[in-house]
T-cell receptor
Framework: AQSVTQLDSQVPVFEEAPVELRCNYSSSVSVYLFWYVQYPNQGLQLLLKYLSGSTLVKGINGFEAEFNKSQTSFHLRKPSVHISDTAEYFCAVSPANSGGSNYKLTFGKGTLLTVNP | NAGVTQTPKFRVLKTGQSMTLLCAQDMNHEYMYWYRQDPGMGLRLIHYSVGEGTTAKGEVPDGYNVSRLKKQNFLLGLESAAPSQTSVYFC?????????FGPGTRLTVL
């Protein structure tokens, strides 16, 4: 079984400031890692994912995340945020071995990023 | 492509009533999922399907049933709604690890 902990439920920042949203996971097997974003009153959309290879992953809208296996972390970063980045961000994991039932995602509880002018 | 669509968008039920939420996808995806989202709880998997005619329980399946009679459709049923089932319900589909989400159904049970 896997679990995901998002360490901050809310992160307020000013426009053009850098931001880091923290995510730690626990799993007895190797995992794939994801960040999803949910804009107000919308469904979730994939921001970026780590399956294998380089531990620094770049996603849409200027976001990036770094997989740290020793610290079981997958923190999300952006060097300069915009008002339009205001949204809820979810970290998620799934088992790394392939197969339909292993595509299930376990989500963290979410971090609300609020970008103020 | 419409992607993943959900019907209805909003619904209010009385305790004990039944209803079915419909999820449809036009991407020919094998895998489909139903989640519920509650404040401060993230998304929790209710049921999922790895192909037409198959369903399996997720993390919080009690009080819900599902059916996948056609590959493109995944139905979520509430036989006897309870106030604890007030939530926003999201459907998703995938070919592999990338899941595509619908816009959600906001359900209130009085």
């Amino acid at each position: 079984a896997q679990s995901v902990t998002q360490l901050d439920s809310q992160v307020p920042v000013f426009e053009e400031a850098p931001v880091e949203l923290r995510c730690n996971y626990s799993s007895s097997v190797s995992v794939y890692l994801f960040w999803y974003v949910q804009y107000p009153n919308q469904g979730l959309q994939l921001l970026l994912k780590y399956l294998s290879g380089s531990t620094l992953v770049k996603g849409i809208n200027g976001f990036e995340a770094e997989f740290n296996k020793s610290q079981t972390s997958f923190h999300l970063r952006k060097p300069s945020v915009h008002i339009s980045d205001t949204a809820e961000y979810f970290c998620a994991v799934s088992p790394a071995n392939s197969g339909g039932s292993n595509y299930k995602l376990t989500f963290g509880k979410g971090t609300l990023l609020t970008v103020n002018p | 492509n419409a992607g993943v669509t959900q019907t209805p968008k909003f619904r209010v039920l009385k305790t004990g009533q039944s209803m079915t939420l419909l999820c449809a996808q036009d991407m020919n995806h094998e895998y489909m999922y139903w989640y519920r989202q509650d404040p401060g709880m993230g998304l929790r998997l209710i049921h999922y399907s790895v192909g037409e005619g198959t369903t399996a329980k997720g993390e919080v399946p009690d009080g819900y049933n599902v059916s996948r009679l056609k590959k493109q459709n995944f139905l979520l049923g509430l036989e006897s709604a309870a106030p604890s089932q007030t939530s926003v319900y999201f459907c998703a589909s995938s070919l592999s690890h990338k899941q595509f989400f619908g816009p959600g159904t906001r359900l209130t049970v009085l």
